[in-house]
């Protein structure tokens, strides 16, 4: 792997500062080197290292995906997930994790998979070679109820292979299925602990006893696991910082007491609110039969005021609000989840620095490789990054446009290389 050296690169750090230029130098894996333009030496060629002049582009950290379900199959359905066979689900899993690269995503957090092993093979041959995706942490299958979000079985039709989730009730049950899942190596233990209204529980309801949650926690951390959660009501939010489960996905309802308990933990919890499904399937699915009046029925635009305004109280509060949540729905395709940045800033009001960091510096922690790794472009960290055509500072939607990614690097290794002209023109000066 040649050494690179990026010049004249509008360098956006992760720090919180406004981006300066500058250039960026990459040896092996890591982030060699970063020079202010006007500060200490000017770069000079490094002796076998590829120079890539940026032109002004943009050049900033690999974004973090925080709820990745590689194996959705941009359907419009749970069933239709579940129902595709092994072989042809494992191919997807493949392609998918190479359309997160392309969109920018160096590194994705598993947030369950529709099939027992899907997320650890993923996973593996990402990590060995044998296929191209992020970096990648593999989730369980959604542990649920009888009757809960994920049990798609039918009563004649009872057999384990027919859930989507893996179905358990009681605490013997929650602990066998964690083992089983420790067993098979998966890096996190989804468990669902609130329902969502489009499988016929309300996501105001929680469906597991606190006993039962409190295993699920107990196992997994005896194995080294991380829990994440499904929780969109306020009760399961509750549980999860009261039990420590690290990941709260939607945390959807909220009161004051919840929000209190957010903040005074802030530091142990990622909340990824996956706005996106929220919005798309309240008025964009029609196609599917998911009218606005069908979703409205089933709660969810009144999830959706609720959920914007919990992220409204928590994001003043500076809990981490993550980017990633639920795309490969047919309404929310895979790929297209840069635009959680975007309505970060529309309906959460961050600004377009907050929505960059939430996808960077947020993201890094997230990925638990340790201090100084991911999210900044800094000495020492390894080399994801991105070059972007455009400010995203000035339009976050930039970063949901292929052809606006310019380069994308990780481990400090091209996925894709600039353009050639990016060496050659000014296109990109600012
Ligand atoms: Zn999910």
Known sequence: MADVLFTNARIFDGSGDLPYSGDVLVQGNRIARVTRTGYGARSLPVQGA?????????????????????????????????????????????????RYLDMGWTSCVGAAAAKPRLDVVIRNAIN????????????????????GLGDTTQPHLPQPEFAF????????????????FAKYGV??????????????????????????IATCVEEAKAWGKRVAAHAR??????????????????????????????EAHKKEHFIAPGLAWLINTCHHASQWGL????????????????????MKALRRRDVRILPGGDYGFAWTPHGTNAKDLEYFVKYVGMSTMEALLSATAWGGPMMRMGEG?????????????????????????VLQDKARILAVMKDGAFHRRPPVRAARTTRWAA
């Open 291 to 310: 009218t606005p009046e069908v979703t409205r029925k089933m709660g969810y635009h009144r999830e959706l005021e609720a959920a914007v305004e919990s």
């Open 165 to 180: 989730g893996a179905v358990v009730s009681g605490s013997e049950e929650m602990r066998r299925c964690v083992r089983m």
């Open 233 to 262: 009501s306020t009760w399961s939010i509750k549980q999860c910082v009261n039990l420590g489960i690290e990941v709260i996905y939607h945390a959807s309802f909220t009161d004051s007491e919840t929000l209190d308990l957010l």
């Open 50 to 98: 590829i120079t890539v002049d940026a032109a002004g582009a943009f050049l900033m950290p690999g974004m973090v995906e925080a709820h990745t379900h590689f194996s959705w199959n941009d359907q419009p359905s749970l069933d239709a997930i579940q129902r595709m066979p092994p072989e042809e689900h494992i191919l997807w899993c493949a392609e998918v994790a190479k």
């Open 373 to 397: 790794q991911l999210g900044h472009v800094r000495e020492g960290y390894l080399a994801d990054l991105l070059l972007i055509d455009g400010d995203p500072l000035a339009d976050i939607t």
């Open 187 to 212: 890096d996190t233990l989804k468990i669902n602990l609130s329902g969502e209204s489009i499988t016929g529980m309300a996501s105001e309801m929680s469906q597991f006893t606190q006993a039962e």
């Open 128 to 147: 060995d070679g044998t296929i191209v995706g992020p970096r990648y942490l593999a989730a369980s299958q959604e542990i649920t109820v009888p009757g």
